[in-house]
């Protein structure tokens, strides 16, 4: 019980992460053209971080395909390459190699980043299929699945 909440905790610390860099992107990226701009101002700010936590070890040296689609259809795929539990690449390309894409529209994750139990919300669009990933290679699928089931079973 403890490991998956230290799991769960870890997972969040990155997602979290992620989802915030991200939040303030997506009303651009579907509604506006001031997206490039936005995007290189948190690429400039997000490049060249550590990440933290129990999780390091897992998302250290990582390659993770973002795609977001939003409620015209639009798709946004953001790349974000870890190195040394550094972020190394947060680009809106899709990287080569990736360990995991991730598949998610942006009401699911405004929901998410709305909702005051953010983990539950997750957990449950994990549970829904509101959230979708396919790993690469065996050992990211088993590190995905255990990952993913330690969040479906959280809620």
């Not at 129990?54 to 689609?69: A, C, Q, W």
């Not at 946004?76 to 998610?104: H, P, R």
Request: avoid cysteine; proline fraction near 1%.
């Amino acid at each position: 019980r403890r490991i998956v909440k230290t799991t769960i905790s870890g997972i969040m610390n990155i997602q979290l992460l992620l989802v915030l860099f991200l939040v303030a992107l997506l009303p651009a990226a579907f509604a506006h053209n001031e997206f490039e701009t936005q995007f290189k101002g948190l690429q400039s700010q997000i490049v060249g971080q550590s990440l933290s936590g129990p999780l390091t070890k897992y998302f250290g040296d990582e390659t993770i395909n973002l795609h977001l689609t939003g409620s015209e259809q639009e798709n946004v795929v953001i790349g974000v390459q870890t190195e040394n539990s550094v972020v190394k690449v947060l680009d809106k390309v899709e990287l080569q190699n990736a360990d995991v894409d991730i598949y998610m529209t942006d009401e699911v994750l405004f929901n998410i980043l709305g909702n005051k139990n953010q983990a539950t919300e997750l957990g449950s669009s994990l549970r829904d299929g509101k959230i979708t990933y396919q790993a690469h290679g065996f050992f990211n699928k088993i590190k995905y699945l255990f990952l993913v089931s330690a969040m479906k079973s959280k809620t």
